[in-house]
């Protein structure tokens, strides 16, 4: 035997193999999508969000991204500094303020810069904000002080996470989850 359970595989192994197994059962099943055979009653699905990437001018990106029928842009803050974030999310609100925004801030800033960005911006098509502290304990409060929407990634992969917050399904507007981290879907 090669493995006794798919905690003896990597992450990325036991997510194929454990998608490959949900989708045979889907077909033997006859089900055209993966998702009808948890038989949820809303979609499953998720706006694909755009990147916004380095070196290219902010209005040929937008327009771009308008051209490919994308509604969300995400963006990359945290660095090099929170008054450069600022403006830059300002600037792209000028330019299509019905484009949505997704955020993330990888954990790069302490609580005080946290509050500070998110007081500036929160007037703005906001879906959410990815890790936006250093200390995922923190979230709670940078949730209080801003009343802004945050999605947990990193936290995620805490084997911890669920005792820093309980109130997780109140807390969170999104989880990020990255199978090939996690592993298997069963």
Known sequence: MLFRSPADLLPAVAFGIGGAILNIIAQAAGLGHL??????????????????????????VIDRLNFHGFEVLKIKVGKPDVDSDIQLIQAIHKIDPDLKLRLDANRQWDLNEAIYFGNAIKALKLEYIEEPVNDPAEIPAFVEKTGLPVALDETLLQADWQKLFPEAKALAAAYIIKPTFIGHLM
């Open 35 to 60: 998702h009808r055979l948890f038989r949820e009653r809303e979609s499953l699905s998720v706006p694909i969000n755009g990147l916004l990437t380095a070196n290219e001018k902010l209005s040929d």
